[in-house]
């Protein structure tokens, strides 16, 4: 039996959808803030990404993992915000692959499909998560993801070798849905083989799976820097702006 074969859903009903939230990173280039408890607007950073799969139909459940020093503040701004898709805020792992494995291990094991996703993401739209869980239903893994425009250019010692060819290059995003027994599959093996991997697409890659495309966007942007946040705060203000966004209550 193939591994399509092996991991294939039924289709008689819909399918059950949980969202890992991953925010255990140490956000070493954040100048000293932590990036999801940073303000964005009215809200934090991750407040923003928990709203937006606390008001998608396609997920009926969250994990958020978290370093340990925030599991309190984190816990607390759930129920202030009346978070209630959020059933658990667990510790993460030492590095992105073993919180995620930390948050598989939590999840409903009556889902049958798992969205993995950056709490570091804020502005994911609803078309998104809702268009990668409708893919991943039908083909097991899927994936966000936008063309890019730079060009790219391969280098060896700081000396360009050639331009690459960036028809074919896509920046995938999060978050990223797989049948739920492919993806704990996928991610055991890949921390058994040490393969400290920080996307979860690779580690299903490395069974051989194929990963489907669903529209991403440039404004699905990760907070990785000071920078990002001022990004953030304009695009949320056009947003707002034009009644697209939750405001504080």
């Known amino acids: 039996m193939g591994l399509l074969s092996l991991f294939k859903k039924k289709k008689d009903k819909e399918p059950k959808c949980s969202a890992v939230i991953v925010s255990a990173g140490a956000a070493r280039r954040m100048g000293g803030i932590d990036k999801v408890l940073a303000p964005l607007g009215e809200l934090p950073v991750l407040v923003h990404t928990l709203y ?3 008001d998608c139909p396609s997920v009926e459940e969250i994990i958020v993992v978290a370093r340990k020093d925030l599991l309190v503040e984190i816990g607390q701004l759930c129920r202030e915000f009346d978070l209630n898709k ?3 805020v667990i510790v993460g792992g ?4 073993h919180s995620v494995q930390a948050g598989l291990r939590e999840v409903d094991p009556e889902s049958s499909l798992i969205a993995i996703h950056d709490g570091a993401r804020p502005l994911v739209s609803q078309e ?6 409708d893919r991943a239903a039908l083909t097991g893994a899927a994936a966000p993801a936008i063309p890019l425009t730079d060009t790219i250019k391969r280098t060896e010692d700081g000396i360009v070798q050639e331009t690459v060819d960036r028809d074919s290059l896509w920046a995938v995003q999060t978050p990223q849905v797989f049948e739920a027994g492919l993806i704990k599959a996928a991610t055991q093996k890949a921390i058994d083989d040490g393969e400290l991997l920080t996307d979860d697409c ?3 890659e490395r069974l ?9 966007s440039r404004e699905n942007i990760k907070i990785t820097t000071p ?3 001022i990004l953030g705060e304009a695009i949320l203000r056009a947003r707002v702006e034009e009644g697209e966004w939750r405001c504080k209550e």
């Open 227 to 229: 920078l990002d946040l």
């Open 202 to 204: 690779g580690s299903v």
């Open 94 to 97: 030492q590095e992105r692959i």
């Open 52 to 54: 937006a799969f606390q």
């Open 208 to 216: 051989g799976m194929k990963i489907t495309l669903t529209s991403g």
């Open 128 to 133: 998104i998560i809702r268009d990668v869980v």
């Open 86 to 88: 959020v059933k658990k």
